[in-house]
């Protein structure tokens, strides 16, 4: 049986391959005339690549080339570290029924001494590759999504029913910016269903015990704890420091301020509500000319029409899917991908075990996000809402300090 | 008979069924007809005027009516109407 050393295999490549040097493949990028595939390793990636180039270790090459590279007779340009890899998977690509695939001779190495520009991309680290990985795998995140989730900042309003599982899984998820705005403290009553907080946190302040717990699941994150009552003075300076606002406020006044901040701000707000074995989800969105709570609620119910969940009750799961809800909802809105529920209310029946979706449209007549809006600085809501104003346990630290766990 | 979903706060009106049939060509016979089955609906439904409140949604098939033709809004045997109502709870 015939047999060829690794030279001998090279030295028939070459002849069998065509080659470009690194100028001529600068002059081709910047025409747009190539796909550059980098087949290097995932560490040498890391360290540096070309501009523009796709990632696909050798390993995978066969595998993953058709979805970077669709078109058989496009240009297709190999490159490694030193020009030899390249060869080896430009053959393949050839076998493949590639037309037109060439090898960079001197790879990125040879690029990088010809003084061409490089990028080094930010990347995981790898103890936050294998947290990770099961998001990572998917295509929908992929490193650059997962990056996306610890760079954000999400404020939630409320570390209570709704806002503990937001909490929990947003950190579990890798946010990297957590903040909560909650002013009261743990009370043993909470604890049927505010998963966030344990028994040891009774009459502790909520934010306190909730960045413990985001601590000890996750390092990564950072929790902003904001131990004051929102109010028409505060909101604006505390929600302007989010991308994102995830509703899990207890109260009307709350609901109707967080609105309209977040229509002024021009920011995002997942909200939902929850009552005995129902919840109500939805996404509103003004600046893509979503509807908003004011859309939906024009007015508030007079005082007392209404139970609220201390009065009425609620089942101590039923914030679990419907927080949960929104934290899907939220991570959805910084990956940027899927359908949110703009302009779509999702409600949950857990007694008859259905969801059931209605539609919602935005009030060209809406006082806060219509063609003419009347509300352009915000109002006072316990007013509006008819109710008396919580002064009590208010405090005064509005602008938000990191808690320590 | 059309199917109305009838949310938590007002199931003490219906014997805690989340489910009734209510009869009624458009919405304001709709709430007519559940009155009298259940009395004490309308009053949490409808202002003194008549009008819907403005923290209640009817919706039909899971189309908003104020988007459709108001309390006019025609219901047939087949359609499902919901009632949501504002909810505060999180906490």
Known sequence: MSYLTSDQLLAQLRRQIKEINVYELADQLEKGEVSLIDIRGLDEWDQGHIKGSAHIPRGFLELQIETHVPDRNQPVAVTCAGGVRSLLGARDLETMGYTNVVSVAGGFTGWKNAGHPFVVPRTLSNEQRQR???HTVMPEVGEEGQLKLLDARVLLIGAGGLGSPTAIYLAAAGVGHIGIVDFDVVDTSNLQRQIIHTLADVHKPKVESAARAIAQLNP???VIGHRTQLTSQNALDIISQYDLVINGSDNFPTRYLVNDACVLLGKTLVD???FRFEGQVTVFDTVNDGPCYRCLYPDPPPPGEVPSCAEGGVLGVLPGIVGSLEAVEAIKLILGQGEPLIGRLLQYDALDAEFREMKISKNPECPACGTQPTITELIDYHEFCGVPHLEAAVSANGAGERVAA | ?????????????????????????????LIENLDNQYPGVKSRLCDETGQIKRYVNIFVNGEEIRTLQGSDTTVTESDEVSIIPAMAGGQ
């Open chain 2, 1 to 29: 008979m059309a199917t109305v979903r009838i949310p938590s706060p007002l199931r003490r009106y219906t014997n805690n069924q989340s489910k009734v049939e209510g009869d009624g060509a458009n919405i304001t016979e």
């Open chain 1, 272 to 274: 939902a509500s929850i």
């Open chain 1, 132 to 134: 990770y990985s099961r």
């Open chain 1, 220 to 222: 990564d994150v950072e």
